[in-house]
Nanobody
Framework: QVQLVESGGGLVQPGGSLRLSCAAS????????MAWYRQIPGKQRELVAG???????TYADSVKGRFTISRDNAKNTMYLQMNSLKAEDTAVYLC?????????WGQGTQVTVSS
């Protein structure tokens, strides 16, 4: 089993920044993809940013130029740097990481952008 633990969410003013982390532990095998999603109550889960290793990095149009996905292989951790945050970025952010043929999800971390 793989466990994903997220951190870094919180309350921030519009225009501010946050960095989310997603640390993987357990039976970690080779990985081929990882991503951040966000969930707003009553709306469909949205892909925010994703990496297909050796192929591509994808961002939702709404976050391009503001958010950056990255990973630290040595720490088995991926990050989402979020700058110039807007009220509409308020959501629960979840990390998803593919190890082998299975996708694993974090528990989610709340990001609230409000003055």
């Amino acid at each position: 089993q793989v466990q994903l633990v997220e951190s870094g969410g919180g309350l921030v003013q519009p225009g501010g920044s946050l960095r989310l982390s997603c640390a993987a532990s357990g039976s970690i095998s080779s990985t081929s993809a990882m991503a951040w999603y966000r969930q707003i109550p009553g709306k469909q889960r949205e892909l925010v940013a994703g990496i297909v290793i050796g192929r591509s990095i994808t961002y939702a149009d709404s976050v391009k130029g503001r958010f950056t996905i990255s990973r630290d292989n040595a720490k088995n951790t991926m990050y989402l740097q979020m700058n110039s945050l807007k009220a509409e970025d308020t959501a629960v952010y979840l990390c998803c990481w593919r190890f082998g043929t299975r996708d694993y999800w974090g528990q989610g971390t709340q990001v609230t952008v409000s003055s």
